[in-house]
């Protein structure tokens, strides 16, 4: 540690002496103290044009967590900063925060941790005494429906006035803090988007339930942290919405530790896309109009004649521009529905439900998406100068609750105004002007409703921009940042290969895979593309292979490959089966648990929501089964205008985009297995691929050293 200040030595030892005395069961491991020394030599240096940046893979068991909080918070008390930490979803979240309570917990002095969710968890006080009858000042939302006592925009079922007012029970007796997430009933799926606010529809300090707010309880909470635990969308959609510093701490001002950071680029790729449903615009772009003429009146404003000639125009020419549109995009759609249903593994599928759009049947329409947007962009900025007004200055003689009421108001069409000009942008940018091309598509849901969407396919530009160029210091780390032996996958991808001077470090798994488990490959026959034969094989397989009286996890590529095998498997597994789908994860896992305690035993098959951050250790898993190569489905939108550009510019899509992900995916599929140092098992991979294209070969290579049991493969026409 010669190269690290003695103030960083002496933060890292205190840290690690505190956990070995208070920490039960705590074992340094050398993995684990070289994650924490590469961190800590990363963000050392104080200089302004320091690159302080690390990538760095840790198998499960090395102590990531405990690696990147020590690290962080050692750095973060040097310079002054605060420690960030951003994961994949919500419940990682909780997890990440009941770990740094522990672990704070036993420290010599106490770190003080805040958990920042975006609006959409919190509960809306305002909009809960709405619906409940309860407005402050006896006005609702004029959301029109049946008030049935409160104020709705649908007639309400009991069961769903019921949970409103038991939400505002609670609330009155202060047993709920407001967090959604922490509500142990579950909410009508109506009811809980009329519970929440977004930002365009918030009063901020001006609301009348702002002094309890959970939300703004929770920024304030922020300034006096020494950690911030978010999730990914939020941290990208502080940077994309307001530039940073709004929600999170700014981070130019933060140690930020971007955690499970393979999903990065994909949350990236999401946050920036956008959608709109094509059909009633006519009267929402009037509702907008509307609402903003009736805010000026409540501040005693009556707009003038050039005001209201520019809202006629922005009305005229965003309608037609979306009225040109659907005349475009649905015939498309109307095409589709005669085609013919598809068929997989014996089984016939309905329709296709969305199409991809080409770039060259929106290149006519460029010129009125152009028209479109930028009437859309002044309504927004419109609408959006009508509320700050309202709520900075608000009249005498208006009370908290009607600006409240008029906040929301504006509020759903700034926030409806926002996706339609987010929507034309994307559609109409010009792919060949642009780093990447942008994919677009036209969807329809079981209702009849058509809905247009575009996306860019790459954020990397961005990301490095937004996220690592601003942060004081970042760590980017995951169990799989590799794909194929290498880093380049995902430095492609997070934009981390942009900045020089970017650290990597892979570290080895601290358990004894080689004597703990053994990889078998079966020497199967049939192609995974020949579905009927490859279905046929794996069923025979399954039914000599798979133990019941065992903890088994089987894992397929596709829904479609999941269900066929569920409708084939033997019936002596009916009572054991457990299918992903049939009820909520959370229940399945805890039925999967309690049937291999009781030792009966217990087969969990699904897809890949259960071959990534799903925990069962000792006997829940003693078999892993992947039934194919999880290669990502290459007919989504954004997928195949990514592989386009890829094959368009002389390069393999399936080199650089498909196969690294099937790897990293493949990884981490063969990681449910050894989860404890004492876990045994075996992992079997159905797909002869892995046998016998140079392809997988490559990958078989580059898997974790498991003991090899490979089948001895003949070609398929030889069978």
């Not at 924490?36 to 690390?54: F, G, K, Q, Y």
């Not at 210091?473 to 194929?484: C, K, N, Q």
């Not at 990293?664 to 002869?688: F, H, K, M, N, P």
Request: net charge neutral.
């Amino acid at each position: 540690m010669t190269d690290l200040s003695e103030e960083t030595i002496a933060g890292i030892r205190s840290w690690l002496d505190d956990l070995a005395a208070r920490k039960p069961n705590f074992r340094r491991r050398k993995e684990q103290d070289r994650a924490i020394l590469a961190i800590a030599r990363t963000l050392e240096p104080s200089d302004e044009d320091a690159v302080r940046t690390i990538a760095i893979e840790g198998p499960t068991g090395v102590g990531k967590s405990i690696a990147y909080v020590v690290a962080g918070l050692v750095a973060a008390k040097r310079h002054d900063k605060t420690l960030v930490i951003s994961t994949a979803t919500v419940a990682l979240q909780q997890q990440l925060a009941a770990d740094l309570a522990a672990i704070g917990a036993l420290a010599s002095s106490p770190v003080r941790t805040v958990v920042l969710k975006g609006r959409g968890r919190y509960l809306c006080d305002r909009n809960l005494a709405q619906l409940s009858g309860e407005d402050p000042d006896q006005l609702g939302l004029d959301l029109g429906g049946d008030t049935a006592g409160g104020h709705w925009p649908f007639r309400p079922t009991t069961e769903e006035q019921e949970a409103v007012q038991e939400l505002r029970a609670a609330r009155g007796r202060k047993a709920f803090d407001g967090d959604l997430d922490s509500w142990a009933q579950p909410l009508p799926k109506r009811v809980r988007p009329l519970l929440t606010t977004t930002s365009k529809g918030c009063a901020g300090p001006s609301c009348p339930y702002a002094a309890n707010c959970a939300l703004l309880r929770s920024r304030r909470s922020v300034r006096d942290a020494d950690v911030v635990v978010v999730n990914h969308a939020l941290l990208l959609a502080d940077q994309r919405e307001t530039g940073g510093g709004a929600l999170l701490p700014p981070l130019e001002d933060s140690i930020l530790v971007v955690d499970e950071a393979h999903h990065l680029p994909d949350v990236a790729v999401e946050a920036s896309a956008a959608g709109m449903v094509l059909g009633g615009h006519a009267k929402r772009i009037r509702g907008a109009i509307d609402v903003s003429r009736k805010a000026a009146q409540m501040r005693a404003k009556i707009y003038g004649p050039s005001t209201l000639d520019r809202l006629a125009d922005a009305e005229r020419d965003l309608a037609s521009s979306l009225d040109r549109l659907a005349g475009v995009l649905t015939p498309q759609l109307d095409a589709m529905a005669q085609s013919v249903p598809g068929r997989r593994y014996g089984r016939t599928f309905g329709h296709p439900t969305q199409l991809r759009l080409r770039a060259s049947l929106i290149e006519p329409l460029r010129g009125e998406l152009e028209v479109g947007a930028a009437q859309a962009k002044w309504l927004v900025d419109q609408v959006g100068r009508e509320k700050e007004k309202l709520t900075k200055e608000p009249p005498p003689g208006v009370t908290s609750g009607m600006v409240a009421r008029m906040t929301h108001d504006l509020g759903e069409s700034s926030d409806w105004l926002q996706s339609v000009y987010d929507t034309l942008v994307l559609l109409g940018t010009d792919d060949s002007e642009a780093e990447s091309p942008t994919a677009r598509w036209v969807s329809r849901d079981a209702k009849g409703n058509v809905e247009v969407h575009a996306s860019p396919v790459d954020a990397s530009g961005w990301l490095a921009h937004a996220v690592w160029r601003k942060a004081f210091g970042a760590v980017a780390t995951s169990a799989t940042l590799r794909a194929m032996g290498d880093f380049r996958h995902f430095a492609e991808r997070s934009g981390l290969r942009r900045l020089s001077g970017t650290a990597f470090a892979a570290l080895p798994s601290p358990f004894d895979l080689t004597g703990a488990a053994v990889l078998r490959v079966p020497a199967l026959v049939a192609e995974p593309s020949d579905e009927d034969a490859f279905l046929a094989e794996v069923l025979i397989e399954l039914e000599s292979g798979v133990d019941p009286a065992e903890g088994t996890l089987i894992l397929c590529a596709s829904r479609a490959l999941m269900e066929a095998l569920v409708e084939r498997v033997p019936s002596s597994w009916r009572d054991r089966l457990r299918v992903q789908g049939s009820t909520a994860i959370g229940p399945l896992l805890e039925d999967h648990r309690a049937a291999i305690a009781a030792g009966t035993g217990s087969i969990l098959i699904g897809l890949a929501t259960l071959a990534e951050g799903v925990d069962l250790p000792g006997r829940q898993c003693s078999h892993v089964v992947i039934v194919k190569l999880p290669f990502m489905s290459p007919s989504d939108p954004v997928s195949e205008t990514r592989a386009e550009w890829i094959e368009g510019h002389g390069r393999s899509a399936f080199a650089e985009l498909l196969l690294p992900e099937a790897h990293r995916r493949l990884v981490q599929a063969c990681g449910r297995l050894i989860r404890t140092e004492s876990d045994t098992g075996r992992i079997t991979i159905l797909d002869r691929r892995l046998v016998t294209k140079p392809y997988g070969r490559r990958m078989l290579d580059t898997l974790p050293p498991y003991r090899r049991d490979i089948g001895a493969f003949r070609s398929a026409s030889a069978a």
